[in-house]
């Protein structure tokens, strides 16, 4: 099956720096691009849409000056979290989806631990 | 509203003993219907989608399940539980669409005993 490739798996850092996370498809091309958050125990809850060349659609209550999104090509996305606090601590999962059924792709998950 | 709901948070079952995990949606369009399971610290693996056609689904690791639009359910079953099968269970629901993404139940944690 398709492959949707995340890294880092695991990222700690200071409070305040930025983090930046890549979702790339390996083999399709991933038109859209989906985020998410998961927090322990929590469900998966969707962060941001972005189609490859656009800017990304955010869902309410995310910020998109902290949580950027960038979809420069149809194999990578990233996500940056910038100026990390200690409760942007999380779970990440990308999800691209693309081939010929239009089918999602999720990635392993990157998990953030700010100190 | 479009929503997924897992009636059970924590569910334990005998090695062994049957499961069925319950999953409920709202939903405007025709919904697309998934079960992924998550190990601990680990991403979502796909377990089974229902698109169309038999409403009976079977996927990976002998788990099965049932579509029936008239209670806008989708359970998930497996007749033998073995202990790797204790992770969390998410099921999901969305559109054939692109650019639509997922919606996700908060999902049932599966623990298993010996």
């Known amino acids: 099956g398709a492959v949707v490739s995340q890294h880092p798996s695991w990222v700690i850092c200071k409070s305040g720096t930025s983090v930046k996370i890549e979702c790339r498809s390996l083999?399709?091309?991933?038109?859209?691009m989906f985020w998410y958050r998961q927090f322990p125990k929590q469900s998966l809850m969707l962060m941001a849409t972005?189609?490859?060349?656009?800017?990304?659609?955010?869902e309410q209550g995310v910020e998109k000056d902290k949580f950027l999104i960038n979809h420069a090509s149809l194999t990578l996305s990233t996500l940056t979290v910038t100026s990390a606090h200690p409760e942007d601590s999380s779970f990440y999962i990308c999800?691209?989806?693309?081939?010929?059924?239009?089918?999602?792709?999720f990635g392993e998950g990157s998990r953030l631990t700010v100190l | 509203a479009q929503s997924v709901t897992q009636p059970d948070i924590h569910i334990t079952v005998s090695e062994g003993a049957s499961l069925e995990l319950r999953c409920n949606y709202s939903?405007?369009?025709?919904?697309?219907l998934f079960w992924y399971v998550q190990s601990p610290g680990q991403g979502l693996q796909l377990l089974l989608k229902?698109?169309?056609?038999?409403?009976l689904v079977q996927g990976i690791k002998g788990f099965e399940a049932e579509f029936k639009r008239s209670q806008s359910s989708f359970n998930l079953r497996k007749p033998s539980v073995h202990w790797s099968d204790a992770a969390e269970y998410f099921c999901?629901?969305?559109?054939?669409?692109?650019?639509?993404?997922?919606?996700f139940g908060k999902g049932t944690t599966l623990s298993v005993s010996s």
């Open positions: 083999d399709f091309q991933a038109t859209t």
């Open positions: 939903y405007g369009a025709t919904p697309y």
């Open positions: 229902y698109f169309s056609g038999d409403t």
């Open positions: 972005s189609n490859e060349g656009s800017k990304a659609t955010y």
């Open positions: 999901a629901v969305g559109a054939n669409q692109a650019g639509t993404a997922l919606i």
């Open positions: 999800s691209g989806q693309g081939g010929p059924a239009g089918e999602l792709f």
